[in-house]
């Protein structure tokens, strides 16, 4: 009841605020309280919560810095709004969050947890009040007039040739975010999420790249893949179990949407991910890094990509801020601190620019004292790319030198790229592209020019 109190409160003390609001009513249970406007509600759920800023400063050079903003697309003070701010918007919001709303609307914690178990458990994943059965009369009848449940609308289902899918989702915006699928024979199937449209980050290699950042996309947005792709999905490619946020975006530039995602999507009343099994991918903003494995017990994948400053700067220009030196010292710091943790290196294989047998013993040496494991992915190429895929022999000669020095090294090769749903692949950009930087002269002859 202590938020009840804080309500009562505001409005006692501040009288104007009652003014500019609907009047109170009275539930009709006898657990009542006054129903308080939305924002109020969002004054008891949050103070000024820090997010990162929507857009780098250059196409060039990423830059990533961090401020308050309470005016985030589909958030008010910290709570998760339809488009006209009329609505909650339920998966929004943590349990804990939840279930202080429900009570502020007069109703016992109880209906909370009934709630997000239709939600995100018990093969339900609701996406309307009529698949609310076992719920009170009254309370499915105050989440029609107070709260929106979904966040996305289906767009488009493309499955590939290999059984992957790519589902189109269009937001209340008109943006377009795209999510994989990925089935696999060992029982393990995996969704690969977006947490932004577009990226700012300006990878060479990836088509998202190309579109720039349009905006972050809400922990809301971020869920309700996950729960589509159960919902569409599961009854075909079986058990949904692993989560990689591996999609558009740099999900650490939208690090506050993005954990609190990760901690409803392992909530084990709901969805029930393991954290080890739902993977946050970055580029290297080394800030947002440690602040994410102080925070979270998910798992970290690294994209490398390349072993020296030089070649990583170019590829990869978020490397003009956050060195490879400083990255990986990061990394050996607050892997310290972790218990039995292993970070995954990503490194896709460009033919001709890190390839070759000099860059596997330089990343064996970059990644000496890192408790690590290293998939190589096969580059899949896109429209304007400059780049060629290292040949499959190559892939395996790379990577046994790897192995021959103790790492643990996978290769990934293509999945969904008749599609275009394979990694680095995802997105539309428009007329107005981020720019391809020059290639450093030693590269001439490996791009396509």
């Not at 249970?29 to 000024?48: G, Q």
């Not at 909650?88 to 007069?106: A, P």
């Not at 909530?267 to 580029?283: A, I, N």
């Amino acid at each position: 009841m202590g938020c009840v109190w804080m309500m009562r409160h505001l409005l006692h003390s501040n009288p104007s605020m009652a003014s500019l609001s609907p009047p109170l009513h009275q539930s009709p249970l006898s657990f009542s309280s006054p129903k308080p406007p939305l924002s109020l509600i969002s004054l008891v759920f949050s103070l000024p919560r820090r997010s990162l800023s929507t857009a780098a400063s250059s196409p060039q050079t990423p830059h990533v810095s961090v401020h308050h903003n309470s005016s985030q697309y589909g958030y008010a003070g910290g709570i998760g709004v339809s488009g006209d701010g009329s609505k909650v918007l339920l998966k929004g919001m943590k349990y804990s969050e939840l279930e202080n709303w429900v009570q502020l609307q007069g109703y016992r914690p109880g209906q909370a947890l009934m709630l997000w178990k239709r939600l995100y458990g018990n093969n339900i994943w609701a996406h309307h009040s009529d698949e609310l059965e076992g719920l009170n009369k009254d309370f499915k009848k105050m989440l029609c007039e107070n709260a929106e449940f979904k966040a996305l609308s289906l767009k488009e289902i493309l499955t590939a040739s290999d059984g992957t899918r790519k589902i189109l989702f269009t937001l209340e915006d008109d943006l377009v975010i795209e999510t994989v699928v990925i089935p696999c024979d060992r029982g393990r199937t995996t969704v690969c999420v977006s947490s932004q449209v577009g990226c700012a980050m300006n990878c060479q290699f990836c088509y998202t790249g190309r579109m720039g950042l349009k905006r972050h996309l809400t922990a809301a947005e971020i869920v309700e893949q996950a729960v589509f792709a159960r919902r569409l999905l599961t009854s075909e490619v079986g058990s949904i179990t692993n989560v990689v946020f591996m999609g558009m975006g740099e999900p650490l530039h939208n690090i506050d949407n993005v954990i609190k995602a990760t901690e409803i999507m392992v909530h084990d009343q709901g969805l029930y991910f393991s954290p080890r099994k739902v993977t946050v991918s970055t580029s290297g903003l080394v800030p947002q890094l440690r602040r994410f494995l102080r925070e979270s017990n998910c798992a970290l994948a690294v994209s490398l990509n390349a072993t020296t400053d030089e070649v990583r700067n170019w590829i990869m220009p978020i490397n003009r801020k956050y060195k490879l030196g400083l990255l990986l010292q990061t990394l050996r710091e607050e892997l310290r601190l972790k218990h039995n943790y292993k970070v995954l290196f990503e490194y896709v294989m460009l033919s001709g620019v890190n390839d070759s047998i000099e860059d596997a013993k330089r990343l064996i040496d970059l990644v000496q004292d890192i408790p690590c494991k290293i998939n190589l992915i096969s580059f899949n190429p896109h429209s304007g790319s400059q780049f060629r895929p290292t040949s499959e022999a190559k892939m395996i000669e790379f990577r046994n030198v790897l192995a021959e020095a103790g790492c643990i090294v996978f290769l990934r090769l293509s999945r969904g790229d008749d599609q275009m749903a394979a990694c680095g692949q995802l997105g539309k950009p428009g007329a107005i592209k981020a720019p391809l930087l020059r290639v450093p002269d030693q590269f001439q002859m490996a791009v396509n020019t």
